[in-house]
């Protein structure tokens, strides 16, 4: 892989910016930037509905761009629906579970303390409106998923798991193993897919999962758009989670028939812009490689764990390279995760600190908060070697 | 205005804060917190008479909110609570003196705005 090459597609890199942050948002290489241009400046159109050459090819170009990123995660394009973020399309699909289910008082929902609150809080709220009892799987060692844990709390009355392919924190990779899905009827299997997707070859077929959901913009999509996928012989029977123009068969002043299927799902304008350039940001990946790209992650993220890993009064929480999707969260002793971020902003180095959206998750490493640096294609050691050095001056600063 | 963050003053304010002690007499407890960082604080003042004879703060946060926690506390104690009701943003900001950006107002103002809220309490 031509990491000089690559980071040449990049123009946010040009003044010496280390960016450490492509969990919180990726950047986007020329390609995908040059196939939104053309669609803004040449075909600009809304799609499914004009009969002119230009909303001919918009919709063509949306639906390639559908095509294309069905392949790119082992799905089909009937089972690919555009939303707005990893965000919307969870909520998304909450509702229209709720609308499918019909869930019962005293119905469980089983997931795990890793999640982003993007799964988790849709969970919580559906719970609260139907009297649903929401379990939680634990931690065991290396930040890895308790699947013990998982296996008991899969119940008969389990009727949604929702498990997170990778932690957005520790960046360790997840699973639903076959067998903790013996007993009973088989409950709803969701997957939070947002760490994975662009990170790390993703198979749908082999994962096995009904649902699942990403964002465009952490795989050098633009901001804006998000995907979710929904097993073919689920979205046929699905009830939409959201009502609008473009997804009706027929419409009367007392009732309206859906399509079916992903139609059914795509209310509205689609960000039909935003979604040829997450077409163009795939095929990118894709030419790359998806497999090198994973293998240059865990490079650097093996790096980081030496480098970052021998200093004094730091603390890791992070999985092992080798199951870790190119994600390090750190402490510092002494030293609040805003203040090392802040002087890491000093050395030109992106980082992010808080509790990036998943609080449970925080609690249950014991901290309030840590400072996380996440790799990418366009990263080198030479980041990390800017990182190490911004740490030791944050620790310089407060001793 | 010195355009570095961690200049000597706030540093030190951040490491030894001024007035970070739970108060046995107060008469208003405010909790603080900036969710999103982890930021957590309670503000106690002591008002006697319409003066606060203490202002004292307890609880965690990066060096911004710590050390205007700690220059925030010095200034309140003494005051009418009418003086501390005109306290305003610049006030706090001229404290500090150092250059706050957009994304670090909500650490700098963490305790100000728990001040409002303890004020708001007092005179209901």
Redesign the interface.
């Known amino acids: 892989m031509d990491t000089t090459a690559i980071r040449n597609d990049f123009m946010s890199l040009k003044d010496g910016l280390v960016y450490l942050d492509s969990a919180a948002t990726s950047l986007t290489p020329e390609p995908v930037l040059e196939a939104m241009n053309e669609y803004y400046r040449n075909y600009r159109a809304n799609v499914h509905r004009g009969l002119y050459a230009e909303a001919e090819r918009a919709t063509e170009r949306y639906e390639e761009a559908r095509k294309n990123i069905a392949a790119f995660i082992g799905a089909t394009a009937d089972e690919v629906i555009f939303t707005s973020s990893a965000t919307a399309a969870s909520n998304m699909l909450v509702y229209a579970l709720e609308h499918t289910l019909e869930l019962q008082e005293g119905d469980e929902i089983v997931t795990t303390v890793m999640e982003h609150h993007a799964m988790l809080l849709p969970l919580q709220e559906l719970a609260k409106r139907n009297g649903l009892v929401v379990k939680y799987a634990q931690l065991t060692k290396d930040f890895a998923l308790d699947l013990e844990d998982l296996r008991e709390l899969i119940t008969e009355k389990t009727r949604i798991v929702a498990v997170t392919g990778a932690s957005n924190v520790t960046g360790r990779v997840a699973c639903v193993p076959e067998d903790t899905l013996t007993t009973g009827a088989r409950p709803v299997i969701v997957r939070d897919m947002t760490a994975c997707v662009g990170h790390m070859p993703v198979n749908m077929s082999a994962l096995d999962a009904d649902f699942a959901f990403f964002s465009g913009h952490k795989m050098c999509g633009p901001t804006g758009t998000g995907v979710l996928y929904g097993k073919k012989e689920w979205l046929d029977k699905l009830r939409p989670g959201y009502f609008g123009g473009g997804m009706v068969d027929s419409v009367t002043l007392d009732e309206a028939t859906y399509h079916v299927g992903v139609p059914g799902f795509e209310a509205g304008t689609a960000n039909v812009g935003g979604v040829i350039g997450l077409g163009a940001a795939v095929s990118y990946l894709t030419r790359i490689g998806m497999d090198e790209i994973r293998a240059h992650v865990e490079g650097l993220t093996n790096y980081a764990f030496e480098k970052l890993g021998a200093l004094e009064g730091v603390t890791l929480y992070a999985a092992p390279p080798e199951v870790n999707v190119g994600i390090v969260s750190l402490t510092l002793v002494g ?5 090392v971020a ?2 890491a902003g ?1 050395h030109n180095v992106a980082v992010r ?3 990036h959206c998943a ?1 449970p998750l ?1 609690n249950a490493l014991g ?3 840590t400072t996380r640096a996440s790799f990418y294609l366009y990263n080198t050691r030479d980041d990390i070697d800017a990182l190490v050095e911004a740490v030791n001056d944050a620790r310089r ?2 001793n | 205005m010195n355009e570095e963050l961690y200049q000597a003053h706030i540093l030190q304010h951040a490491k030894h804060p001024h007035n970070k002690e739970e108060l046995a007499d107060a008469t208003i407890s405010v909790p603080a917190k900036n969710t999103s960082c982890g930021d957590a604080y309670t503000l106690q003042l002591n008002v006697q008479d319409g003066f606060i004879e203490k202002a004292a703060f307890t609880g965690i946060g990066c060096a911004i909110s710590q050390a205007a926690a700690s220059l925030l506390t010095d200034k309140l104690t003494g005051m009418s609570t009418h003086e501390a009701a005109q306290v305003s943003e610049e006030d706090v900001y001229t404290l500090l003196h150092v250059p706050i950006s957009t994304t670090r107002e909500k650490c700098a103002l963490l305790l100000w705005r728990a001040l409002h809220e303890a004020l708001k309490e007092h005179h209901a």
């Open positions: 030293v609040h995760p805003h203040d802040e002087i000093q600190a808080g509790h609080l925080h901290v309030v908060a600063t407060f």
